[in-house]
């Protein structure tokens, strides 16, 4: 089968200082015209895989005869692959603590003000379809530090020529559909540079501006070390699914469409054939042979046999290998269902734990830069200082917890739980806290109390102090 896309789709742009970019400018525009030449492509192909619009099926014409069906079934396994393995990954929000309580709350408060929660959200999304994803730091008009997602179709990095591969530059290109032009945003690590970018790749210098945070202000997200989406070795799978179940959406409809037969020397006509098909009705009188012998007629349909079974393991077998092959659970997979220990669950998901531990490794790095970015900004604003490699950040895998197991395997082991423990297990329980207070107010022994000393004690109390 031939090769999706080609090796020029998913390079690193490479330069030696980011002082080449603006003292020729022929450079970055030639970065510019091959990432939508070569690598967009991609990209919108992963995008329109993921909304469901595969493009094989789509786009090719399947049938050879004309009149027959073409039916044209896309299946949704992108989506199905991304959303699991991004609830997987931050469906329980990433903790990040410090531990001086003082700059906690500071980081917290930037947390807040980013919605982090849904961005952290976002920027998985974007790392499982893409294989990468960007962010974008930037001072807002009210003067504070803000980050937010840049559209990984219109982003790119540029790092330099060193093992290290520091990034020395970032890139947005955004298209106005209404003015029919493009601007280009060149990011340094301490200006932001602005061009209009020409219909034959020339650009031309309309702005530039000072930030404050140190480095570039465009962090890439790798989902991997090859930047390869989570769903993007599997879609000549996903391709032969969408193929047998189009074939057989075709089988049926042609089967209502299927050639009649009639055997027997007949009195009727084409138009009483036509009559009698238009009325659902077929009325059979033959005629007698030269010996005067009734001759007998017969009429059945004709079609393509249809191996049901055989078609159906075919199915499976595709539905199976895309799940294997990308570490997802096929909760239609009679065996991970039923009444199976944690334990066992786990070694269904062992692929998946693996492809999570990586993409929490990849994560933190560039977390990490996050807030590097953000601290270099809060210094020069004299809004705080912190060290970043205090900052802890963890991940807690979103899965049901067999909560009964853990309590019983405690419980042999002698341990005792306390009840602020006991009621924080409960889902109908929104604060334990408050939970214990009415608990002790309804006690037998506070009833009693309040009907022996129907005034409040500490109210008593404070009074003969005074």
Do not use: C, W
Request: charged share 35%; aromatic share 10%.
């Amino acid at each position: 089968m031939k090769e999706r896309f080609s090796p020029e789709a998913n390079i690193h742009y490479r330069i030696s200082s980011a002082d080449e970019l603006t003292s020729d400018l022929s450079v970055l525009s030639g970065f510019i015209m091959h990432h939508r030449k070569h690598q967009r492509p991609r990209l919108d192909t992963l995008l329109k895989y993921y909304e469901g619009r595969n493009t094989k099926v789509l786009r090719e014409r399947r049938r050879r005869e004309s009149h027959l069906a073409d039916n044209r079934a896309t299946h949704n396994f992108a989506e199905y692959v991304s959303g699991f393995i991004q609830g997987y990954l931050v469906g329980v929000p990433i903790k990040t603590s410090y531990p001086d309580e003082e700059i906690e709350e500071t980081i917290r408060e930037i947390n807040r003000d980013n919605n982090a929660d849904e961005h952290n959200s976002n920027i998985v999304l974007d790392q499982s379809i893409f294989g990468r994803a960007y962010e974008l730091l930037y001072r807002s008009k009210n003067d504070k530090t803000r980050f937010t997602i840049s559209d990984v179709r219109e982003t790119f990095v540029i790092y330099d020529d060193t093992v290290e591969m520091d990034p020395v530059a970032g890139v947005r290109y955004v298209y106005n559909r209404f003015t029919d032009k493009t601007t280009v945003f060149l990011y340094t690590d301490s200006e932001i540079i602005t061009y209009d970018l020409d219909y034959d790749y020339k650009l031309h210098k309309k702005d530039e501006a000072i930030h404050a945070f140190g480095d570039v202000p465009i962090i890439e997200y790798r989902n991997n070390r090859f930047r390869r989406g989570d769903f993007e070795k599997v879609l000549n799978l996903i391709d032969l699914y969408d193929e047998a179940q189009s074939d057989t959406a075709n089988y049926m409809t042609d089967f209502n469409d299927a050639m009649l037969k009639i055997v027997g020397n007949l009195k009727i006509d084409e138009d009483q054939a036509k009559k009698m098909k238009e009325h659902n009705l077929l009325f059979l009188q033959t005629e007698p042979n030269p010996d005067g012998a009734e001759i007998k007629a017969d009429a059945d349909y004709i079609y393509k046999k249809y191996d049901v079974e055989g078609t159906e393991k075919y199915k499976d077998r595709i539905k199976n290998d895309i799940h294997m092959f990308t570490h997802t659970p096929n909760m239609d997979d009679e065996s991970f269902a039923g009444t199976q220990s944690g334990e066992a669950l786990k070694y269904k998901l062992f692929g998946l734990e693996q492809k999570r531990a990586t993409k929490e490794r990849m994560f933190k790095k560039s977390l990490r830069k996050r807030y590097e970015l953000i601290n270099n900004m809060l210094n020069v604003a004299s809004e705080g200082d912190f060290d970043v490699d205090e900052i802890e950040i963890k991940f807690t895998p979103n899965l049901p917890k067999n909560v009964t197991e853990e309590i019983e395997a405690f419980t042999k082991l002698g341990g005792e739980l306390s009840d602020k423990t006991k009621l924080s297990i409960l889902s109908f329980v929104e604060n334990p806290d408050e939970e214990l207070e009415r608990i002790e107010k309804e006690s037998p022994t506070s009833r009693q109390l309040e009907q022996m000393f129907p005034f409040d004690l500490d109210e008593e109390t404070t009074s003969e102090n005074e």
